[in-house]
C-alpha cells in the first residue's frame, strides 16, 4: 500500500483560495493523485484511492489518504516452471542450469490429438503468436544464482543477470567438488535487486573417482515430441517411471525436441525456444532432473530438421547455427561436445558427437565422415588411455543397426559404411566395449559380425513408436520392441566379479529384456 498525506498544503491553499473554492480543490487534488498512481504503478490494474477530507477552522486536511493496487506487487513474481538440470558431473564438478519464468504454469493444452503415430495436434494454427501455444512459458528478466550446500558448508554464485538475449536462461559451473558426495541445490530467481525471492531446490552427487569399487546405475531414453506425450498432466511415463528407479544419472541420447513437428512447425528462433520451454514445463520432467543429474547429446531434430548438418539449408528462416545456439542455450557444456566421464573404477561413458562435424553425404567415401578428425583422434587416444573395466559409447544415431534402407545419415548406412566399418572394427577390439545409441523409434539389441553390440532405448512413449515393422527380424536382432520405453544400466560386483546389465523397460516401468554381461 502506498500511503500520501499531505498536511503543509493547508496554509498555501488558504493563501490562495477563498473557502468556496477549496473543497473543488481538494477533490482535484484526490484525482491527480489517482492519474499518477495509476501511470506509477500498474496500468490497466485496479487502483483505489481511499480517504476523506475535512474542512476545520478555516483550514484544510488530507488525511488518511491512501493508495491501493489490487492483485499486483510493484515487483514481478518470477518463477521457475521450466524446472532445473544439473548436468555434466564429474568428480569435482558440475553446472547448474534454469530459466527465469514469468508464468507460474504453462499455458494449458487445448488442442486435441490424432490418434495415429505422433498424435498431432489437431487443426493446429502454425500462425498464432508463441505465447498463447499449448505448453508456451513465457521468460522473465531479473536475477538468478544458484547454492550448493554439504553439511553447513555452502557455495554460492553471483546473482547473474537474465535477459531475452539467452532466453532467459542461466547456469554456473561449480568447480573444486568433493568426490562421491551429496550436494543440495538451492536455485534462486528475482525480478530486480530488491524484489522478493523465488526459489526451488533438489540435489545430486558428484561421480565416484577412478579408483572407487562401487556399483553404478544409470538410465537413457531418446526422442521425445511433445504431442506424444503419454499422461495429459504430467507429460511423460517414462520419466516417472525412471525417477522410481533412483539412477546416479541420466544420458539422454538426442531428439530432445522436434523442430520439424507441428505444434508449432519451428521455423523461427522463437518458435525453437517454444519447444524447449513446453517440453520443460512437464512436471514428469521437472520432477526427475530435481534429483538426477543428466547428460545430453543432440541430433537433427534438436537443431533444424531431419538429416540436419552445418551444410543443410534453412528450415524457414531457422538456419544450423540459429539451431546450434538455441541448444547451447539449453544445454551448456564446460568445452567441446563430444566428452568422456568415469565413474569408478568398473565404468567410463564416452559421448560423441554426430552433427557438428559431418561432411556432406555427397562428400568421396575416402574423406566423407561424422565424427570428423579432432573427434576421432580424441577417441582413439582416450579409448587407448582407458583401464575402466567396462566402456558405454553413447552415440546419437545407430553404430552397428540395422537400419532402414534408404536411409543415409547415420553408421549403420551405406552412404558412411567407410567410416562405420572402421568405428565398429575398433570398437570390437576393445574388451568390455558396448554402444548405446538414440534416433532409432524403436528398442532393441543387435550385435554386428565384429562381435559389436548395441543397444538402442527406443522413444520415450508408445505414441512415438514406428519407422520398423516388429515382424522383421534381421539377423543382427537379438531383442526387438517396436514400442516406447527407456534403457536401465547397471554396472556392479558379485564375489568382486565385474558385471554389466542392460534392461529394457516400457514406458510404465516394466522390464521387458536384460542382458547381463561378465568380463572378458
Not at 544409470?218 to 520419466?239: M, P
Not at 526387438?480 to 514406458?507: C, M, W
Request: charged share 25%.
Amino acid at each position: 500500500m502506498n500511503r500520501l498525506v499531505y498536511t503543509p498544503i493547508n496554509r498555501v491553499i488558504k493563501m490562495m483560495m477563498e473557502k468556496s473554492l477549496r473543497k473543488a480543490f481538494a477533490s482535484m487534488l484526490v484525482v491527480l493523485l489517482l492519474v499518477i498512481c495509476t501511470n506509477t504503478i500498474a496500468l490497466s490494474q485496479q487502483v483505489n484511492i481511499t480517504g476523506k477530507v475535512t474542512d476545520k477552522n478555516d483550514g484544510l486536511t488530507l488525511s488518511g489518504v491512501s493508495v491501493r493496487v489490487k492483485g499486483v506487487s510493484t515487483a514481478q513474481s518470477v518463477f521457475f516452471t521450466n524446472g532445473f538440470k544439473v548436468s555434466e558431473v564429474t568428480v569435482k564438478s558440475a553446472i547448474i542450469w534454469t530459466r527465469l519464468c514469468a508464468q507460474e504454469k504453462p499455458n494449458p493444452i487445448v488442442h486435441s490429438r490424432n490418434a495415429t503415430v505422433f498424435r498431432h495436434p489437431i487443426k493446429f494454427d502454425e500462425k498464432m503468436s508463441v505465447e498463447k501455444m499449448d505448453g508456451a512459458v513465457k521468460g522473465a528478466s531479473g536475477l538468478v544464482r544458484f547454492t550448493l550446500i554439504r553439511g553447513k558448508q555452502k557455495r554460492t554464485s553471483k546473482w547473474l543477470v537474465v535477459s531475452d538475449a539467452a532466453d532467459y536462461t542461466a547456469h554456473a559451473i561449480f568447480k573444486h567438488l568433493k568426490p562421491a558426495t551429496e550436494y543440495q541445490v538451492l536455485v534462486e530467481g528475482k525480478s530486480s535487486n530488491s524484489a522478493k525471492i523465488s526459489s526451488t531446490r533438489g540435489s545430486f552427487k558428484t561421480a565416484p573417482n577412478k579408483h572407487a569399487i562401487v556399483p553404478v546405475a544409470l538410465t537413457s531414453s531418446t526422442c521425445q515430441y511433445f504431442w506424444s506425450h503419454d499422461d495429459e498432466k504430467r507429460g511423460f511415463k517414462t520419466y516417472d517411471s525412471m525417477n522410481k528407479l533412483n539412477p546416479d544419472f541420466f544420458i539422454q541420447t538426442g531428439d530432445y525436441v522436434y523442430y520439424d513437428k507441428p505444434g508449432p512447425l519451428a521455423n523461427t528462433v522463437e518458435k525453437a525456444r517454444h519447444k524447449w520451454h513446453a517440453m520443460d514445463g512437464w512436471l514428469s520432467l521437472r520432477e526427475f532432473y530435481k534429483e538426477t543429474p543428466a547428460y545430453f547429446l543432440k541430433d537433427d531434430h534438436d537443431l533444424l530438421a531431419d538429416d540436419a548438418g552445418p551444410t543443410s539449408v534453412p528450415y524457414g528462416d531457422l538456419n544450423f547455427s540459429d539451431g546450434l545456439k538455441t541448444w547451447q542455450e539449453n544445454v551448456p557444456l564446460k568445452d567441446e561436445p563430444y566428452r568422456t566421464f568415469r565413474f569408478g573404477k568398473d565404468l567410463q561413458i564416452w559421448m560423441v558427437e554426430g552433427r557438428e562435424y559431418r561432411s556432406d553425404t555427397k562428400a568421396p567415401d575416402s574423406v566423407r565422415t561424422i565424427w570428423g578428425k579432432e573427434q576421432t583422434s580424441w577417441f582413439k587416444k582416450t579409448m587407448k588411455k582407458s583401464d575402466a573395466t567396462f566402456k558405454l559409447v553413447f552415440s546419437p544415431t545407430p553404430i552397428v543397426g540395422p537400419d532402414r534402407e534408404g536411409k543415409a545419415d547415420n553408421h549403420a548406412n551405406k552412404v558412411y559404411k567407410v567410416e562405420g566399418d572402421w568405428i565398429r572394427e575398433f570398437l570390437s577390439g576393445k574388451k568390455n566395449t558396448y554402444v548405446v545409441c538414440g534416433d532409432r523409434h524403436w528398442q532393441y539389441v543387435s550385435i554386428d559380425s565384429t562381435g559389436l553390440t548395441e543397444f538402442g532405448s527406443g522413444p520415450v512413449s508408445d505414441s512415438h513408436a514406428q519407422g520398423w515393422d516388429p515382424d522383421d527380424i534381421r539377423s543382427e536382432h537379438k531383442f526387438l520392441r517396436v514400442k516406447g520405453g527407456f534403457l536401465g544400466i547397471r554396472v556392479y560386483r558379485e564375489s568382486n566379479n565385474p558385471f554389466i546389465q542392460f534392461t529394457h523397460y516400457d514406458a510404465e516401468g516394466k522390464e521387458v529384456n536384460n542382458e547381463r554381461f561378465f568380463t572378458n
